[in-house]
Each structure stands twice: as structure tokens, then as C-alpha cells.
Nanobody, 121 residues
Framework: QVQLVESGGGLVQAGGSLRLSCAAS????????MGWYRQAAGKQRELVAS???????NYADSVKGRFTISRDNAKSTVYLQMNSLKPEDTAVYYC???????????????WGQGTQVTVSS
């Protein structure tokens, strides 16, 4: 299994910025897609942004132009730079990675523990 350690959440005023990080560890795994999801209170978990192993990105419409996802393959780390934050961005943010187990060629998916992002108005 791949272990994910998230960091960077917190409390920020509207218009501010935060940067989330998620480091993956584990052996015999090839990581393909890395992404960030969020879940606000009383709502379903939703995709915020994802990035493929080749660097192709995908964003939710609500964050386009404000959030930037990136990854460092050498460090098996994915980042989410969040600018111009709004109160509606308040949620628990979860890191997700998907890949292949090298030894069995089976796919896997792993979730981080979640980090709270709170944006005050």
C-alpha cells in the first residue's frame, strides 16, 4: 500500500493563499495520477484537481484560474497552490494517488488522511 502524508492546511482570510503538499511512500508501486479532492460539511467529496504522470492537468470549474496542481516525481509529491481563496473553498482536502503494483500489475488507489482548509470572510 502507498502511504500518503498531507500538510499545509489551515485558516486563511478570503483572498489569501495556501499550499498543500502530499508525499507518497511505498515500494513496488508506480504512481500514475495524483490528485486533490475536497469535502465540505454536508456535501459529497469532489475532485478539485488532478495531474497525470506526464503532467497533464484537470481542474474543477470552480477553481480554474485560482488553483494550480503540480508534482515532483522524484519526491513522489503532489502540491496544490491555492490562491484567491473564497469561503466556499472551506473543506477537508484529501490527497489521492492511483497507480500500479509493479509485482502483480494490479491497480491501486490510496487516500490521505485529509487536511482542513478554512477560509474566513
Amino acid at each position: 500500500q502507498v502511504q500518503l502524508v498531507e500538510s499545509g492546511g489551515g485558516l486563511v482570510q478570503a483572498g489569501g493563499s495556501l499550499r498543500l503538499s502530499c508525499a507518497a511512500s511505498g515500494s513496488n508501486r508506480r504512481i500514475n495520477t495524483m490528485g486533490w479532492y475536497r469535502q465540505a460539511a454536508g456535501k459529497q467529496r469532489e475532485l478539485v484537481a488532478s495531474i497525470s504522470s506526464s503532467g497533464s492537468t484537470n481542474y474543477a470549474d470552480s477553481v480554474k484560474g485560482r488553483f494550480t496542481i503540480s508534482r515532483d516525481n522524484a519526491k513522489s509529491t503532489v502540491y496544490l497552490q491555492m490562491n484567491s481563496l473564497k469561503p466556499e473553498d472551506t473543506a477537508v482536502y484529501y490527497c489521492n494517488v492511483q497507480g500500479v503494483r509493479v509485482t502483480t500489475l494490479t491497480v491501486f488507489g490510496s487516500w490521505g488522511q485529509g487536511t482542513q482548509v478554512t477560509v474566513s470572510s
